[in-house]
């Protein structure tokens, strides 16, 4: 079983409007939540990471929160664009001794934003 | 700069093929990394190289060789390749390896084998 479930799998937007895509996780210990965004064919770009002490960080238009308690993230964009249109990854890394913090991926949310 | 740079971008090969796909990076990380991805998939891990030496390997067909000739290059070398590795193979690179550093990935090589 995945230990890193995203929802919804997919959704259309309108430009300018706003959306939030979520991310639970199991993996325990936890060190890190990274959100990755990925256009189709290339190479997953980061947005933000945050530890477990971090409840919020933005990276311009997207901002992701984290609640290690419930063990979930949530990745908001403001005031899509049409070049917001991509997957949207969460990626957990895990934490404790004996882990070397291999990145635990989602399957991703694949977000279009139409005009 | 925080490049990763792949080359090719595409490859088409037959089974009996032997390419090889490279990655560069001149930041100066001493991690680097290869992962497969097929399509609508998330990457999977193949193999971890930290210090030019090969730290990590995921339990890869023999098909699939790894090398890294120096801090800044990482080849992977493909022989006698099956269509069901046709994927992208995207390369990445992180200042260590370990939980608390950032994986900047490359844009990946597109494979077709054939």
Redesign the interface.
Known sequence: KNQVEQSPQSLIILEGKNCTLQCNYTVSPFSNLRWYKQDTGRGPVSLTIMTFSENTKSNGRYTATLDADTKQSSLHITASQLSDSASYICVVSAGGTDSWGKLQFGAGTQVVVTP | DTE?T?TPKHLVMGMTNKKSLKCEQHMGHRAMYWYKQKA????E?MFVYSYEKL??NESVPSRFSPECPNSSLLNLHLHALQPEDSA?Y???SSQD????????????T?LTVT
């Open positions: 990763v792949q609508k998939k998330p990457p891990l730290s990590i992208l995207l390369c990445a390896q370990g939980r608390r550093y950032e994986q900047y990935f490359g844009p990946g597109r």
